[in-house]
């Protein structure tokens, strides 16, 4: 190949990067700017629609009323709590199926009937045990979580190449040894990636179980702000769980690479 | 992407119009407060129902010709005509066949229709592109498989398609971006042939780029050698060889030794910077 | 496939169904909890709960509301993500903004929508369907315009494709792979939208419908509405992957191809 032709594109897209922050930039604060001008001039009907400076006012007023934190304490503590059991529980059936080919087999059928049942379905059981607990906000997250992580990590157990595997038996390997050097490596990536989609799910999910049922959190919050008239403050409320929503996507990404740092392969997602 | 419907001319008869004529082509890549400077001052001319090919060393922006010439990218200074018309989009009247062969078919289309969709844009009605869609399937060899998908056959034959399209698409010039540099010998020898044979049958214009100096010599009636970066045109070679070729005959013949001696000899001091007189990289 | 191993897999499919089925049945045949019928109460009480009339007056709207929203979405998230993804200034300046809109749970959006419109009526329900399902849909497009293949690109632009032809053969078909992706995402996030927009008003649908169950303490005809919505949520998967498969089948083969050289 020439390299004046690939050189030239290459250059292209360096600088682009560079300039890519700048422009996304401009383009928030442009975003910014008119939904501030919209209400302002009467576009957008100022009593639904707050002009964006008093929402961000809004939410400044926030960070300083300890109210504020503190719910953003029970929606985090809902999220990592929920996540964590679905974690574990995910990884441990996901790994014992995957390496039992009947169970497996017995398996797939259910799994796929129950996975895609919305969480959602199951409010008013949980209203019923548990009323606004922080159990109803968990068992909703768990069960919309596992699934994600279960699937991933059956992928990932499935992908064991079997040359390794059968190599790994003649050398007669134990199982733990088989497990720790085979197969966990190579369903690591998919862990994660399970781990980042069941992330989003779980916030998701707890918002849904505050704002429905009255778990206490932001999502609580954000349903009495709507009910009470306040309408800057459910602006505000809605950006801050937006925020907490991109610091939970970063986070998951950040451990996503912090894991695969070492991993030879940059694994695309599997369609789930 | 405009609508042209003037069809392309087809005699060939008169082999001394020229179809494609590049005057003084020149394209400087403008980056980042520093010019690259990759094809300066290229000109020649090719005559209807020629086969010309264009032989580099690597890095000679052969690509970047090409592009040029396709229309495909805008040039610095100079220009490219097509048909006596200024290129200065993809003309009506070109058809490209990319080293890419993989990436140039469409993957959700068989055979027979990634062949038929051009003749779809150009307006071809439905029974005069069935037509054509089977005598260019049926040229290269592909009767058997003209409603698999790209994706089910090997890369000799997913060339094959491409090279089909771009036939039954009637072209003024044909332009082949080194197409055989991806596929393994003994499916080069064979695709060396079929351009041979199609050039006769159908009689195209074809331009042949590539860096493979027998293959150049093999296959063309005039070898066009270019210089390293900035591009300009080192020598017009003659190739003096019989129009019936066969990749055992004639590649053991003298003639095809001496041209050969003679190309490489050339691609040699490109390589070394040689350039020709009055200019300087 | 012959047909022994037919028989053995429709038995490994519906072994462990059939078997978690009559656990059921009997663990809840003696249970007193007023939570958890037995399972033969609430089979009971399905032909009860889900009258023709019924079925006319919740579910329809349900399923009604939950396939203009997904279209809607499908339509202006696929053309708004192809215009976006063609041009990478408008990319640029876009991003970060739609990431950020992708981050908010959508369920979030339900209240805000009820500033405008209120909870209850099909405006407000379709437009909380429709913007939850909206964002994967136009990243993914987004994602798959931006990686079509240059020589795909190039090879349409030199046979002269006509800006139509080029739309729909190259643009459209080569992301459907990421459209499809999307699509999925959105399709469980829609049901989602849908069973929540309902909860609030509780007017009609089959979220407003277990609600009322709920509160009038009509358990086992909650459970069937809960027993319903899972296998409307499993029936809306399989159409979706039917869909796919068919549509998709190119794409299965090249990437089977592909890993196999």
């Excluded at chain 2, 009605?125 to 049926?138: F, L, M, N, P, S």
């Excluded at chain 3, 109460?41 to 023709?52: C, N």
Aim: glycine residues 8%.
């Amino acid at each position: 190949m020439t390299t004046a032709a690939t050189t030239a594109p290459e250059r292209r897209r360096r600088r682009l990067s560079g300039s890519n922050f700048a422009l996304g930039a401009i383009g928030l604060f442009s975003i910014g700017a008119l939904l501030e001008i919209l209400p302002r001039i009467g576009v957008m009907d100022r009593r639904f629609f707050p002009p964006s400076s008093e929402i961000l006012t809004m939410l400044l007023r926030q960070l300083g009323e300890p109210g504020f934190w503190t719910a953003v304490g029970q929606t985090m503590r809902g999220w990592a709590i929920g996540l964590t059991i679905a974690m574990v529980a995910g990884v441990l059936a996901g790994v014992v199926i995957g390496s039992i080919p009947v169970l497996r087999e017995f398996t797939a059928s259910t799994i796929e009937f129950l996975r895609p049942i919305p969480s959602v379905a199951l409010i008013p059981l949980v209203v019923l045990l548990y009323g606004t607990k922080i159990q109803s906000a968990l068992i909703l997250i768990v069960y919309a979580a596992f699934w994600q992580i279960l699937v991933q990590v059956l992928y990932g157990v499935a992908d064991v190449d079997p040359v390794v595997r059968d190599t790994a038996r003649s050398y007669r390997f134990s199982r733990w040894t088989q497990f720790k050097q085979v197969v966990w490596p190579t369903a690591l990536p998919y862990v994660v990636t399970g781990f980042r989609l069941a992330a989003a799910v779980a916030l998701i999910l707890e918002v849904t179980a505050e704002l429905v049922i009255g778990v206490p959190g932001l999502g609580r919050n954000l349903g009495i702000a709507q009910s009470s008239g306040a309408v800057t403050l459910t602006y505000a409320l809605v950006v801050a769980i937006g925020i907490i929503g991109i610091i939970i996507n970063l986070f998951a990404r950040y451990i996503e690479r912090r894991v695969l740092r070492w991993h030879p392969s940059v694994r695309r997602d599997v369609a789930a | 992407m405009s609508i042209d419907t003037t069809p392309a001319p087809r005699e060939r008869i008169d082999t001394t119009t020229p179809a494609l004529d590049v005057r003084g082509l020149k394209k400087v890549y403008t980056g980042h407060g520093r010019d690259v400077e990759a094809v300066r001052n290229l000109t020649f001319t090719i005559r209807s129902g020629e086969l010309v090919c264009i032989v580099g060393p690597s890095g000679a922006g052969k690509t970047t010709l090409l592009r040029c010439i396709s229309g495909l990218l805008d040039v610095t200074d100079g220009e490219v005509v097509l048909d006596g018309k200024k290129v200065t989009e993809p003309p009506p009247g070109m058809a490209v066949v990319f080293q890419e062969y993989g990436r140039s078919l469409f993957p959700w289309l068989t055979v027979r229709q990634n062949i038929e969709l051009p003749l779809k844009e150009k307006g071809l009605k439905k029974a005069e592109r069935a037509e054509k869609v089977q005598t260019a399937i049926d040229a290269v060899g592909l009767t058997d498989s003209a409603d698999a998908h790209p994706w089910q056959l090997s890369g000799g034959m997913q060339q094959r398609v491409a090279i089909a399209r771009a036939v039954a698409y009637e072209p003024s010039v044909l332009l082949m971006d080194e197409p055989f540099a991806a596929v393994d010998a003994q499916t080069r020898a064979d695709l060396e042939d079929l351009v041979r044979d199609l050039w006769h049958k159908f009689k195209v214009t074809v331009l042949f780029v590539t860096h493979d100096i027998d293959e150049a010599v093999y296959l063309g009636e005039r070898v066009l050698v270019l210089s390293h970066r900035p591009t300009v045109i080192l020598e017009d070679v003659k190739i003096t060889l019989p129009d019936e070729r066969s990749q055992l005959e004639t590649r053991s013949t003298k003639e095809f030794a001496d041209l050969r001696h003679h190309v490489y000899e050339q691609i040699q001091k490109a390589k070394q910077g040689f350039r020709p007189d009055g200019d300087t990289a | 496939m012959n047909l022994s191993s037919l028989a053995r897999q429709l038995l490994l499919a519906i072994a462990l169904p059939i078997v978690l089925l009559v656990l059921w049945w009997f663990i809840s045949a003696n249970n007193t909890s007023p939570f958890w019928p037995s399972l033969e109460t609430i089979f009971k009480a399905f032909p009860t709960t889900w009258t023709a009339d019924r079925i006319m007056a919740d579910i329809m709207p349900s399923l009604a509301r939950l396939a203009l929203g997904y279209g809607l979405a499908l339509i202006i998230g696929v053309a708004l993500g192809t215009l976006i993804g063609l041009n990478r200034t408008v990319r640029a300046l876009l991003e970060p903004a739609l990431e950020f809109l992708r981050a908010i749970p959508p369920p979030v959006l339900v209240p805000i929508i009820a500033l405008f419109v209120g909870y209850s009526g099909w405006t407000g329900k379709i437009a909380a369907i429709a913007l939850g399902c909206l964002w994967p849909i136009l990243l993914n497009t987004v994602e798959g315009v931006r990686g079509l293949d240059e020589v795909l690109v190039d090879t349409s632009r030199t046979y002269r494709f006509r800006k139509p032809t080029y739309f729909y053969q190259v643009v459209l078909r080569g992301s459907s792979p990421q459209v499809a992706t999307g699509a999925r995402q959105a399709l469980s996030l829609g049901v989602i939208m849908m069973v929540i927009s309902e909860l609030f008003a509780a007017d009609n649908g089959l979220g407003a419908a277990i609600v009322q169950a709920q509160r009038s303490f009509a358990i086992p005809q909650m459970w069937t509405g809960i027993i319903l919505l899972g296998v409307i949520g499993f029936l809306l998967s399989v159409i979706f992957r039917v869909v796919e498969h068919r549509a998709l089948a190119w794409y299965r083969g090249l990437r089977q191809s592909e890993r196999g050289s």
